[in-house]
């Protein structure tokens, strides 16, 4: 397996919130289109609904359980509490092509509208009976399906824009450099730096950069990092490293004397070990210039 397949832990587990967010949206929606079927009472709809939504492997079992308990109405048992069963007559009088999108919605069909139905051409029926259907289908249904969508809608909204957070792109760059990515590195960090121009950012770029062998650039982020005022006691000693990379003498002995200027070299105790090497290269550096 090629390192561009390999797929870690951490980014398995960054799927999972977007993953248990949707399930979460479809079953509050199925329940919420379930509950209403079943004629419960409208505010058990809106609650069973929503702690489905808030915590779905909990909720979910226990509506599963309490509707055991509701069954739906037939026909004779919704009209005699004085409730329309349009879920149950809508599809016999749907099928039968004796009903218009009005009727569909109030469940009124009186005799005359019966007859005029019959007296259509068989075509003219057929393609009432089909619009008819859908249209009794849409309003059952579309109360869900509108939920669903504006709940998946709203989750695909909020994840995006954490995905392509300044935290996240600098998340993903630390995952990447502990699989030794650094291209992945590299791209994640300016992804990040066009988000929050950060000094602290700028510096950890010029690291991979530098790595990469990408000296220039190290070099001008290293600069950026120093003007947005990055505390790092060695950032100038990196500076003069780059410079001297890139051959320009000069530059890196002023650089180097800067770093032993520092507070670090300055300390009573004994210099630290990066005093001594950079000490070491400025002299190298000044007698190269010297011949």
């Excluded at 069954?71 to 007559?89: C, K, N, R, Y």
């Excluded at 849409?138 to 909204?157: D, E, M, V």
């Excluded at 220039?216 to 490293?241: F, K």
Aim: glycine residues 4%; contains cysteine; proline residues 4%.
């Amino acid at each position: 397996m090629t390192t561009r397949w390999q797929i870690s832990a951490g980014e398995l587990t960054a799927w999972l919130p977007p993953l248990l967010y949707a399930f979460a949206a479809l079953a509050s929606a199925w329940v919420l289109h379930d509950a209403r079927r079943r004629r419960f009472p409208l505010y058990a709809v809106a609650l069973w609904t929503l702690a489905t939504l808030i915590y779905a492997p909990v909720v979910l079992p226990l509506y599963l359980v309490a509707r055991l308990f509701k069954p739906q109405l037939t026909d004779t048992e919704s009209t005699a509490a004085g409730q329309v069963a349009d879920e149950h007559i809508a599809d016999e009088q749907v099928a039968d092509g004796q009903v218009t999108d009005e009727q569909v919605g109030d469940n009124q069909v009186t005799d005359e509208q019966v007859t005029a139905d019959a007296d259509k051409p068989p075509t003219l029926r057929a393609s009432l009976r089909l619009r008819r259907y859908v249209s009794m289908r849409l309003r059952r249904y579309a109360p869900s399906l509108l939920y669903a969508a504006a709940l998946l809608a709203a989750g695909a909204f909020y994840f995006y824009r954490d995905y392509h957070s300044f935290d996240a792109h600098l998340a993903r760059a630390a995952n990447a450099r502990l699989r030794n990515r650094r291209d992945a590195t590299i791209r994640e960090y300016r992804a990040a730096l066009r988000i929050v121009d950060d000094a602290h950012t700028h510096k950890l770029l010029a690291i991979q950069l530098a790595e990469d062998g990408q000296v220039e650039a190290a070099l001008a982020e290293l600069r950026a990092a120093e003007r947005g005022g990055e505390q790092d006691e060695l950032l100038t000693l990196r500076v003069a490293s780059a410079l001297d990379t890139l051959g320009r003498a000069e530059e890196a002995v002023a650089a180097y004397e800067k770093f032993l200027r520092s507070e670090l070299c300055s300390r009573p105790q004994s210099p630290a070990p990066q005093c001594v090497e950079a000490a070491s290269r400025a002299r190298q550096l000044r007698v190269g210039e010297a011949r």
